[in-house]
């Protein structure tokens, strides 16, 4: 079997499993390996704990990262997944690991999101969020048991995502690549922008799709190619 000269590991939203990035091999080039983060709480690790907070994520994932480490790595993450991936990425730069390249999506960055409370509210005002990004899989909540399955997943990710709350994250050595729905209400220009703050200087570079929150089903094609494009 062909070793490959790159593995991309990505990071899925909240609520969301690895399945998301389940269609992305076949359009990626043969010498790119994908490994898609799979979260405590859900699918097989449904009996596992949820993190407590998203710096101690990412301090599981950078262990589990361990083994893989013997070619270079890039990643990408959509929603909160970026925000799990920038911190991954934090402790592989400190240790002189630095990722090829740190592909956001769907996020503004760590020092411009905006304060919510969402984990806090009652589950149909979180459903309702979910709803209106137009999160994939949404149906779920309609089925009482499918509901009391997925809810507190999703629950846990928002509490990590909206407790996490960097000042002055740390700049990466690795460029930083954003991307966002053009009609996204979570991603402002400026915000997304914001993470050219995070990298070297020159080390940033910026674009958007058509569609919302979750572009990158619709967008699928033109997003991989771009990635695939940037990854060479």
């Known amino acids: 079997m062909q070793q490959p000269r790159l593995r991309l ?3 899925p939203h909240a609520g969301g499993t690895a399945n998301f990035f389940d269609s992305w091999p076949a359009r990626l080039p043969t010498d790119v390996e994908l490994l898609a ?3 405590p709480g859900r699918q097989n690790r449904l009996l596992e704990p949820f993190a407590p907070d998203l710096p101690a994520l990412a301090d599981e994932i950078h262990t589990a990262l361990e083994p893989y480490l013997d070619r270079p790595v890039a990643l990408f993450g959509h ?4 925000a799990v991936a920038y911190e991954v990425a934090l402790r592989l730069d400190g240790r ?4 090829t390249r740190l592909l956001v999506s769907g996020r503004v960055a760590p020092h411009r999101a905006a304060p919510t ?3 806090a509210r009652d589950d149909e005002a979180l459903i309702a969020d ?3 990004l137009g999160g994939p899989g949404a149906e779920a909540y309609d089925d009482p048991e499918l509901r009391e399955l997925t809810l507190p997943a999703l629950r846990a990710d928002y509490r990590l995502i909206e407790t ?3 000042r002055q994250p740390k700049p990466l050595r690795a460029p930083i690549t954003a991307y966002a729905g053009e009609s996204d209400p979570d991603c402002p220009p400026d915000g997304v922008r914001a993470w050219s703050e995070l990298t070297v200087p020159g080390g940033f ?3 958007r799709f058509p569609g919302g929150h979750f572009y990158p089903t619709a967008s699928e094609a033109e997003l991989l190619a771009d990635l695939t494009a940037r990854l060479a």
């Open 9 to 11: 590991v990505c990071f």
């Open 37 to 39: 983060v799979r979260y």
């Open 79 to 82: 929603s909160m997944g970026s």
């Open 96 to 99: 002189g690991r630095t990722p």
């Open 117 to 119: 409370d969402l984990h």
């Open 130 to 132: 979910v709803r209106q």
């Open 164 to 166: 996490y709350r960097p």
């Open 205 to 207: 570079e910026h674009r």
